[in-house]
């Protein structure tokens, strides 16, 4: 029952969301995790951009190598990425440098359960979701592009 409501949840709110993205949009993503992790939990009282910034510099093991979302994001959600295996270009998380990067649900569903999937062994909770993008709207940066508390 809990998934059909997930589900709807996003597929209703996919109709809300502009094409192009920006940082309202990844706020609006925030919200939706936001309901369906209020629906698991309803103790849940809001994300924790810390938790997020934890989550995104966390080291896992994958395949005997130490991983984690900043070895192909670098260390700075706005700068440019490089996979660390195929060496192919990635854009930068940060919905405040790429406004693409939040612009479509089924694709971030997609990478969130793919990357999740690779890293984790599962796919990331609500919770870690909503950390996430809430760390990814609260960075700051400086001119070069450096991150700041």
């Known amino acids: 029952m809990r998934k059909t409501a997930c589900f709807l949840m996003l597929a209703l709110g996919a109709l809300s969301l502009n094409a192009q993205a ?14 369906i992790a209020k629906n698991i939990n309803p103790d849940f009282k809001g994300f924790l951009p810390d938790m997020g910034r934890n989550f995104f510099k966390r080291e896992f093991t994958l395949k ?3 991983v984690s979302c900043s ?14 295996v195929t060496g192919k270009p990635i854009k930068p998380l940060s919905p405040v440098v790429e406004k693409s990067r939040f612009s479509d649900l089924e694709k971030v569903e997609k990478n969130f359960t793919e990357h999740c999937n690779n890293i984790l062994g599962r796919d990331c909770t609500a919770q870690e979701k909503g950390n996430y993008i809430a760390y990814l709207l609260t960075v700051k940066f400086d001119v ?4 700041q508390k």
């Open 71 to 84: 070895s192909c994001h670098t260390d700075n959600p706005a700068n440019p990425g490089k996979h660390i």
């Open 144 to 147: 070069q592009g450096n991150e």
């Open 64 to 66: 005997g190598k130490q």
């Open 22 to 35: 920006d940082v309202e949009t990844a706020k609006a993503f925030a919200k939706k995790y936001a309901a």
